[in-house]
């Protein structure tokens, strides 16, 4: 029933901004959950996502363009809402502040909803969920995450990532510390690190952890990952009616099937 109105009030709502009376072709196509008159982005008429474009298959250059699930979700969500999506690639540990400063509508980066970052930004119903991985150099004597810890190894991690700020935490918290980690800007650089002996590990998401072995010869993913998480869309605090209306969108496309056709065209089903 609320739905009902909810759509009802969607249609009218963008019916009226667009001064239209008699195209209801154009207001099925505006979408019927929008209801535009109730959310402000930071340019009107489109959605600026910003992410870090090297995060396949989440989201990744092919040639010029940035593809990916979050891209697909983030495209559909923005049709939903009757605005043209925008992607900004940035580093990855200044997506929250830009997201809390009010530059990007949303982070959507794989981006796992945490304690700390839910003090900054909110965040959307989580669409999907990721693992911290563990690659090592195919002949490594590393077999699990306690070696790991407890050798005096090298971690490799994405600055600012969840991977990040598990293995820095001190050993007593379940991390490596300050002095074993090697910080860089994205994933692949830390990958490319290892395949060279600079480190002993990475630790970063099962999937770009996949993607990279898969690219480099001479790594393995090692079977003991450690932690399960949300990924989630960061928005900014004020903009409460943005996330309603993100969510909305999003609980439809998940309804329908569109976001499991889109996670399955990335990473078919296993088995
Ligand atoms: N899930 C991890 C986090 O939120 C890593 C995300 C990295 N994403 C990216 N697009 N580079 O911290």
């Known amino acids: 029933m609320k739905t009902l109105k909810r759509i009802a009030a969607g249609i009218l709502s963008a019916a009226l901004l667009l001064g239209m009376t008699s195209c209801a072709a154009k207001q099925t196509e505006a979408s019927a959950e929008a209801d535009t008159a109730a959310f402000t982005t930071v340019e009107s008429g489109k959605l600026i996502m910003a992410t870090n474009a090297f995060f396949p298959p989440y989201e990744y250059y092919e040639g010029e363009k940035i593809v990916g699930i979050d891209v697909e979700i983030a495209t559909a969500v923005a049709q939903k809402l009757g605005l043209e999506l925008v992607i900004e690639d940035v580093e990855f540990d200044s997506i929250i502040a830009g997201v809390q400063s009010g530059k990007y509508d949303i982070g959507c980066a794989g981006m796992t909803v945490t304690e700390d970052r839910l003090k900054s930004v909110n965040f959307s119903t989580p669409y ?40 820095s935490s001190s050993v007593e918290d379940g991390g490596v510390g300050e002095e074993r980690i090697e910080r ?50 960061a928005i900014n605090k004020d903009n409460v009616a943005l ?4 969510n909305q969108a999003l609980k439809e496309l998940t309804d329908d099937g569109t976001i499991a056709a889109i996670v399955n065209k990335y990473i078919p089903a296993e088995g």
């Open 184 to 233: 860089f800007a994205k994933g692949n650089d830390a990958v490319i690190a290892l395949t060279s002996g600079k480190i002993d590990a990475v630790v970063i998401d099962n999937e770009p952890a996949k993607a990279f072995v898969a690219a480099n010869a001479g790594l393995k993913i090692l079977e003991t990952p450690y932690t399960v998480e949300d990924y989630a869309m």
């Open 128 to 167: 999907a969920t990721g693992i911290q991985s563990i690659i090592v150099a195919a002949d490594s004597e590393i077999t699990d995450i306690d070696m790991l810890l407890a050798g005096d190894y090298k971690v490799g991690v994405q600055s600012g990532t969840t991977g990040d700020i598990y293995m």
């Open 243 to 246: 996330k309603d209306a993100i």
